[in-house]
């Protein structure tokens, strides 16, 4: 475990975990199913347009998928987001968009909980880019709020 | 005499910046000192709102306001009553769009490109929506100019309007307006022109183009926010009904609804305008006669034809305009997104652009969404270019990532 969080406050490893989920996102099609909830998110944007999936059944997020056209940022923010909220409980899910959330805001936050997310921990510095590293953890917010309806 | 070193003097933002490369002047530019210094004579000695007072503060405000009327009719070689200031170019051409839907009805054709920008294509959506006009795309090359012979082809007597761009936004194509105008006022139709690339760089005599309609922007050419001009002949802009109805645009009206309008064109500027913003634009004109539009024009060409023959070589970077001789330089580093090389340049303090640039059909076009502008106006510098070009030359996504490190 501390082998792991070492790993994580190095930059040369972050801005590699960055470069890997941009260039090979996880979770990267959408399936044709109604039993996910889908999020389009393009209106914040003119240029990142990216839509998030999720399979929300007996309070657990069974299944987080997304595609699109975006920045590294965005696509690196939200493959992370699916690999990392995938299979929590709403409730765990919650804490862990509000810890990134934290992140984003440039505000004290819990690393552990976020793992590899972590690497976005610089983004609140370059204020045009927060949106980006948000875009996709904002959908699967949305996402959650609809499957509590 | 366009004396770059003492020009540059005259921006503060220059001054109070210069570890920065602005190449952002498509989407606003710096103001000179003359400028800022008659938006504030306005706070600090002549603040009165216009056309209303019977005081002498309020006639001397008036005299500036209407100054400036005089000089952008200089300016654009038209009559002051030919000048309409409104708030910004997008609700210039609403208007217009807003005037003629009382002229057009079903069936009528209103030629436009895929090239223009949002606002002179949603407001023409929209009566196609309402009145069920028809809007037709004038065939461009790779550039977006618009190929004159297949206009000709398009023309017939349900075409009523033609709205174009002057200068396209994102290639910086110019388009052949006269010959356009010409081909449009043989059949009757009216000739709508977007001049807010076009006017900040170049001279443009709208008598001499026989333009009926012209808007541009204040804040593009040196010039505050909120001030947008709307040129139209007097016999056409007395047709068109105003957009805004309020304050300052009404000589009397009556319990029974009836109205009378003032005269144009101070009936299209309901409600307190932006008083400074309109004065201080009077200054950016003169500021910008003064050194000569020509001269501005050359310069930019120079500058402009020195910044491409440094994109043209790399071989990482897909460059979308390398033949026009002026606007913007457009470009995408092949591999990369859009945006992310824009935040690379943006972290060695260069200033550009990434997106679609408001003009989201163009694609259509050029085959990509998203594209990095790089603008240019008079005051950059060969130095400023050789900065850009040296900090293209190393994007790539490892060093657009590198940025949060």
């Known amino acids: ?149 | 005499m366009f004396d770059l070193e003492k020009i540059r003097q005259d921006f503060p933002m220059l001054k109070n910046h210069p570890e920065l490369v602005y190449f952002d002047n498509g989407a606003t530019t710096f103001k000179p000192q003359v400028v800022i210094d008659k938006v504030e004579h306005y706070y600090t000695h002549a603040t009165a709102n216009v056309h209303r007072g019977d005081y002498a503060l309020s006639v001397e405000v008036d005299r500036l306001y209407d100054e400036t009327r005089a000089i952008v009719a200089r300016f654009l070689n038209c009559d002051a009553s030919e000048v309409a200031f409104l708030h910004n170019d997008t609700e210039c051409l609403n208007q217009i769009v807003y005037g003629l839907s009382y002229q057009l009805k079903k069936g009528d054709i209103v030629l436009t490109s895929v090239a223009e920008h949002a606002s002179n294509l949603l407001p023409w959506y929209r009566l196609k929506e309402q009145l069920g006009i028809e809007i037709k795309y004038l065939p461009v090359n790779a550039q977006g100019v618009v190929d004159l012979e297949a206009a000709k082809a398009l023309m017939s007597k349900q075409v009523k309007v033609i709205a174009l761009a002057h200068v396209t936004n994102v290639l910086g194509s110019v388009q052949p307006i006269q010959e356009l105008c010409e081909l449009a006022h043989q059949y009757g139709a009216y000739m709508v022109v977007d001049g807010a690339q076009s006017v900040p760089h170049r001279k443009v005599d709208v008598k001499a183009l026989d333009l009926d309609f012209l808007t541009f922007s204040s804040h593009k050419m040196c010039g505050p926010n909120g001030v947008g001009v709307l040129y139209g002949k007097k016999e056409l802009l007395e047709n068109i009904p105003p957009l805004v109805l309020g304050g300052g645009m009404n000589a009397r009206f009556q319990s029974d609804g009836s109205v009378l309008l003032k005269d144009v064109p101070t009936r299209f500027e309901a409600g307190t305008p932006n008083i400074e913003g309109v004065i201080g634009f009077g200054a950016a004109c003169e500021y910008l006669m003064d050194i000569g539009m020509d001269q501005i024009h050359n310069y930019e060409k120079e500058l402009r034809s020195y910044f491409a023959e440094q994109i043209k070589p790399l071989a990482h970077i897909q460059f979308y305009n390398p033949d026009n001789a002026t606007g913007p330089i457009t470009f995408n580093a092949k591999e990369v997104f859009a945006q992310d090389a824009a935040g690379y340049l943006a972290s060695k303090n260069i200033a550009v652009r990434s997106g679609n640039h408001c003009a989201k059909i163009l694609h259509e076009l050029i085959g990509t969404d998203s594209t990095i502008r790089a603008s240019l106006y008079f005051y950059n510098t060969k130095e400023e270019v050789d900065r850009c070009v040296e900090a293209i030359k190393e994007i790539s996504i490892e060093n657009a990532i590198g940025v949060f490190f």
């Open chain 1, 1 to 149: 475990m501390t082998d792991t969080k070492d790993l994580l406050t190095n930059p040369d490893i972050l801005r590699e975990l960055i470069m890997d989920h941009y260039q090979y996102p996880h979770h990267h099609t959408l399936i044709e199913d109604d039993s996910y909830l889908k999020k389009h998110m393009a209106s914040d944007s003119c240029i990142d347009d990216i839509t998030v999936q999720a399979k929300i059944e007996e309070g657990i997020l069974k299944d987080i998928r997304f595609d699109g056209v975006a920045c590294t940022i965005s696509t690196a923010s939200t493959s992370m987001m699916t690999d990392l909220l995938r299979g929590k409980t709403i409730a765990e899910a919650k804490e862990i968009i509000k810890q990134y959330d934290l992140m984003l805001d440039g505000k004290e936050y819990d690393a552990d909980v976020l793992e590899e997310a972590v690497a976005m921990q610089n983004v609140y510095k370059q204020a045009n880019r927060i949106r980006c590293a948000l875009i996709g953890w904002n959908a699967i917010k949305g996402l959650i709020e609809e499957s509590e309806k």
